[in-house]
């Protein structure tokens, strides 16, 4: 069975421009999670979606990030306009039961804004 | 106070040895608790579950103190595969899922 699928794997921009991000879910999974790790600051929740619905974005840093989640089957986090400390692992996460039980996180994109 | 917290290490220790490693929590009503492995540039797998009357599975034994807020995983005989970095999480507020900032081991060997 896939994983959880995010594109890109890298990603280099300049300062300004928009980045997209993207996530594939599990199939059948209803909870979809998108987190950043730096190693300042950790992994930490960005914002987590149930059958597509957003339920916290408390831990979107500012305005410049926006998820969406279309279908059950993809999500995007956009950020726009990107700056240089936003350099970090972007992992989404994807499981059946919430926070409550295990997560299948994907790959990660790592973003590296100049 | 940080909701999570772990000593980061590193924790250097020789093939064979057993490690134990402790994270503390801040939220009282956290319900929920586990172990993550995660390698270097990779993404963070579970690895165990934390449940109130203590779990093992195989070589890692996991255990939970709600009195004192703490969680406990043990590795016993290390294998030179077992070196990673270890997040404790914690689910507190319905909705929060809270990682700890990780605890690096490296098996010598």
């Known amino acids: 069975d896939a994983g959880v699928i995010q594109s890109p794997r890298h990603e280099v921009t300049e300062m300004g421009q928009e980045v997209t991000l993207r996530c594939k879910p599990i199939?059948?999974?209803?909870?979809l999670f998108w987190y950043r790790q730096t190693m300042m600051r950790g992994l930490e929740l960005l914002i987590y979606?149930?059958?597509?619905?957003?339920?916290?974005d408390s831990g979107m840093p500012e305005d410049r990030f926006s998820a969406k989640m279309p279908n059950a089957s993809f999500s995007t986090l956009k950020i726009q306009p990107s700056e240089p400390r936003d350099s970090a692992v972007y992992f989404c996460?994807?499981?059946?039961?919430?926070?409550?039980?295990?997560?299948?996180f994907g790959p990660g994109t790592r973003l590296t804004v100049t | 106070r940080k909701e999570v917290e772990q000593d980061p290490g590193p924790f250097n220790v020789p093939e064979g040895a057993t490690v134990a490693f402790n994270c503390t929590y801040s939220n009282s009503a956290s319900q929920s608790f586990f172990w993550y492995r995660q390698d270097c540039r990779k993404e963070p797998k579970l690895l165990m579950s934390?449940?109130?009357s203590g779990n093992e599975d195989g070589r890692f034994t996991a255990q939970l103190n709600r009195a004192s807020q703490y969680i406990s995983l043990l590795i016993r005989d290390s294998k030179l595969s077992d070196s990673a970095t270890y997040l404790c999480?914690?689910?507190?507020?319905?909705?929060?899922?809270?990682f700890g900032s990780g605890t690096q081991l490296t098996v010598l060997p």
């Open positions: 999480v914690v689910n507190g507020e319905p909705g929060q899922l809270t």
């Open positions: 934390v449940y109130s």
């Open positions: 996460a994807s499981s059946l039961v919430g926070t409550g039980g295990e997560q299948y």
């Open positions: 199939s059948g999974h209803d909870y």
């Open positions: 979606f149930n059958n597509n619905v957003p339920i916290d």
